[in-house]
């Protein structure tokens, strides 16, 4: 707070006017602001919509009435034009200063007021859950002041100059070393158009590339085979970490470090699974016509609860609430170039969680503010396999479970334009949050 109270203090301050009264000035403005964001909090966790919408503006609008003056305030008293002997300018601008610390006292006020209305109704118990609730979140969902898991892994193989300066969107398939097969079907499938295939009766302007992105194998025969695979396809980028499902998170942030280091010119990475089929014209098209600005779009998952035995078990040390923020799904879902960076830096600043789809787009994205763009069309877990109707009608965007096997089937259907399809009822919604 003291750090805090002298940088308002030296913005507030002029001449003519005592320390004293420009640090309490400080303080009255830092304690209200302080008290705004704990008001903030309580609002968000309210049902009582229209309440506290009036509560949530009228604090707002306090907040930003308080910031302007001292803002204006303070660009008066450092103009060169004030003169020291003009005895008027130094007494209009004292006025000025007593309105501002009037007006923040007011505010402060108010916002102890709203405080009272928001939490009266709360039992003694309820009130310090809420308080130590909100505590507890502002500790974890920050970047810590120094850096606790920096990354250190390095490429074992990557491709070369994968990316030019056309290439539109970068796939990045998670995979594992035994499944040679998902990544040959993809590769003879909807990913042969990185490779200078055709999409059957459509056609992309835009330029796609991809790669399977991999850590490392117990099994060194196996490093050499996708090294090998790398040398013939030249799509394979491993790490220097093991390949685990613990590891997952480390895969992630390898593939968002290979967008920076090899592929910035790119507008947008599509992170998927070796299991899935992704309906790219159809993709395109959506991102053409949809903002993107630090933003993902994917299968957005709301309010998951967080499992505390079983496969994906999370103790309470990793992460000490009951539900994720809102994430999406890494089956597949889209990142726009402008977040990447700060996605990859700012993980080095927060503990990792092995839940790699919730930690990059759900632990990282409420630290970061980014906004979730919701499109139907995305795979969810629970999703069946996509038919050729799916992707002919364009009903789905991403489709999950596609073994070898049916994914060469769908694709047939695709080029012999098989199209027994049942009539459907789409939905076309798309909402940021």
Same mark, same amino acid.
């Given at each position: 707070m003291p750090a805090a109270v002298m940088r308002v203090a030296?913005?507030?301050?002029?001449?003519?006017?005592?320390?004293?009264?420009?640090?309490?000035?400080?303080?009255?403005?830092?304690?209200?602001?302080? #008290?705004?964001?704990?008001?903030?909090?309580?609002?968000?966790?309210?049902?009582?919509?229209?309440?506290?919408?009036?509560?949530?503006?009228?604090?707002?609008?306090?907040?930003?009435?308080?910031?302007?003056?001292?803002?204006?305030?303070?660009?008066?008293?450092?103009?060169?034009?004030?003169?020291?002997?003009?005895?008027?300018?130094i007494t209009q601008h004292k006025e000025n200063a007593t309105i501002v610390k009037t007006g923040a006292k007011q505010a402060f006020v108010q916002a102890k007021f709203f405080d009272g209305v928001l939490r009266e109704g709360l039992a003694p118990a309820d009130r310090e859950r809420t308080l130590r609730e909100a505590k507890l979140e502002r500790s974890f969902f920050r970047l810590k002041p120094s850096k606790v898991n920096p990354y250190i892994y390095d490429y074992v193989v990557k491709p070369k100059d994968l990316c030019d300066e056309k290439t539109h969107m970068l796939v990045l398939i998670h995979s594992f070393h035994p499944y040679a097969d998902r990544r040959r079907a993809i590769r003879s499938t909807w990913g042969s158009i990185a490779y200078g295939g055709q999409w059957p009766r459509r056609k992309i302007n835009e330029s796609v590339k991809l790669a399977f992105v991999l850590g490392r194998h117990k099994d060194p025969g196996l490093?050499?085979?996708?090294?090998?695979?790398?040398?013939?396809?030249?799509?394979?980028?491993?790490?220097?970490?093991?390949?685990?499902?613990?590891?997952?998170? #480390?895969?992630?942030? #390898?593939g968002l470090r290979f967008f920076?280091?090899?592929?910035?010119?790119?507008?947008?990475? #599509?992170?998927?699974?070796?299991?899935?089929?992704?309906?790219?014209?159809?993709?395109?098209?959506?991102?053409?016509?949809?903002?993107?600005?630090?933003?993902?779009?994917?299968?957005?998952?709301q309010g998951a609860k967080v499992y505390r035995s079983g496969k994906w078990?999370?103790?309470?040390?990793?992460?000490?609430?009951?539900?994720?923020?809102?994430?999406?799904?890494?089956?597949?879902?889209?990142?726009?170039?402008?977040?990447?960076?700060e996605l990859f830096e700012a993980?080095?600043?927060?503990?990792?969680?092995?839940?790699?789809?919730v930690y990059i787009t759900g632990i990282l994205g409420k630290i970061l503010n980014i906004t979730h763009v919701v499109q139907s069309g995305f795979a969810y877990w629970l999703d069946k396999a996509p038919t050729s109707c799916d992707i002919n009608e364009d009903i789905k965007i991403a489709g999950t479970k596609m073994k070898p096997a049916i994914m060469l089937k769908l694709w047939k259907d695709l080029q012999d334009d098989v199209r027994n399809c049942p009539i459907q009822v789409r939905n076309f919604s798309c909402s940021c949050l």
């Amino acid at each position: 707070m003291p750090a805090a109270v002298m940088r308002v203090a030296r913005k507030a301050c002029f001449r003519g006017v005592s320390v004293v009264f420009c640090y309490v000035l400080a303080v009255v403005i830092v304690e209200h602001m302080f #008290l705004f964001g704990r008001v903030q909090y309580l609002i968000q966790e309210s049902d009582q919509d229209n309440v506290i919408q009036n509560v949530k503006l009228a604090v707002h609008n306090e907040t930003r009435m308080v910031t302007k003056k001292v803002d204006t305030n303070a660009t008066q008293i450092t103009s060169p034009s004030l003169s020291q002997n003009n005895s008027e300018e130094i007494t209009q601008h004292k006025e000025n200063a007593t309105i501002v610390k009037t007006g923040a006292k007011q505010a402060f006020v108010q916002a102890k007021f709203f405080d009272g209305v928001l939490r009266e109704g709360l039992a003694p118990a309820d009130r310090e859950r809420t308080l130590r609730e909100a505590k507890l979140e502002r500790s974890f969902f920050r970047l810590k002041p120094s850096k606790v898991n920096p990354y250190i892994y390095d490429y074992v193989v990557k491709p070369k100059d994968l990316c030019d300066e056309k290439t539109h969107m970068l796939v990045l398939i998670h995979s594992f070393h035994p499944y040679a097969d998902r990544r040959r079907a993809i590769r003879s499938t909807w990913g042969s158009i990185a490779y200078g295939g055709q999409w059957p009766r459509r056609k992309i302007n835009e330029s796609v590339k991809l790669a399977f992105v991999l850590g490392r194998h117990k099994d060194p025969g196996l490093d050499d085979m996708c090294a090998e695979e790398n040398e013939v396809n030249n799509d394979i980028i491993q790490g220097s970490f093991m390949d685990s499902y613990n590891n997952m998170t #480390l895969k992630s942030l #390898l593939g968002l470090r290979f967008f920076i280091q090899h592929c910035p010119q790119a507008k947008f990475l #599509l992170k998927s699974d070796d299991d899935m089929i992704v309906n790219i014209p159809h993709l395109l098209n959506v991102l053409r016509s949809t903002p993107m600005q630090r933003s993902v779009m994917g299968p957005l998952n709301q309010g998951a609860k967080v499992y505390r035995s079983g496969k994906w078990k999370l103790s309470q040390e990793q992460y000490p609430f009951k539900y994720f923020p809102p994430y999406e799904s890494g089956a597949a879902y889209v990142i726009d170039n402008s977040l990447v960076t700060e996605l990859f830096e700012a993980a080095e600043y927060v503990p990792h969680i092995f839940i790699d789809d919730v930690y990059i787009t759900g632990i990282l994205g409420k630290i970061l503010n980014i906004t979730h763009v919701v499109q139907s069309g995305f795979a969810y877990w629970l999703d069946k396999a996509p038919t050729s109707c799916d992707i002919n009608e364009d009903i789905k965007i991403a489709g999950t479970k596609m073994k070898p096997a049916i994914m060469l089937k769908l694709w047939k259907d695709l080029q012999d334009d098989v199209r027994n399809c049942p009539i459907q009822v789409r939905n076309f919604s798309c909402s940021c949050l």
